[in-house]
């Protein structure tokens, strides 16, 4: 005896993705796209088979374009704005790289000095 649709586990499917999903604990359910004001529906294999002559069961859900949509994200445009934290530090920096290669500078010219005795 096939269930109407609406009524078992079948009818509680209003999307294809779960209505098809093989799951062993439920119903074999189809869902199936109709013409008309009919629409698409989740029904059990059964009641499927029987209105096989006016309706298309589907068998992938990315195929229906009313059930399945997706909007692609798109990251929201950055305003770049002036960060004076980087800045000072981006000069702390040179400047203290400057001091240190003058040291090191310093120190291996002093080394470096000769002592001529008259």
């Not at 934290?85 to 001091?99: E, K």
């Not at 240190?100 to 000769?114: A, E, G, M, P």
């Amino acid at each position: 005896m096939s269930e109407p649709s609406g009524e078992g586990i079948c009818g509680n499917f209003s999307d294809c993705t779960s209505c098809i999903t093989k799951d062993s604990s439920l119903a074999d359910c189809n869902w199936i796209k109709c013409g008309g004001d009919k629409g698409e529906m989740c029904v059990n294999k059964t009641e499927a088979a029987a209105k096989n002559d006016t309706c298309e069961i589907v068998e992938n859900c990315s195929c229906t374009s009313a059930t399945v949509t997706s909007t692609p994200s798109t990251p929201a445009p950055r305003k770049s704005t002036f960060d004076a934290a980087s800045f000072i530090g981006g000069i702390v920096l040179v400047l203290g790289l400057q001091a240190v290669i003058f040291f090191l500078y310093k120190f291996c010219k002093s080394k470096d000095r000769n002592y001529h005795t008259l």
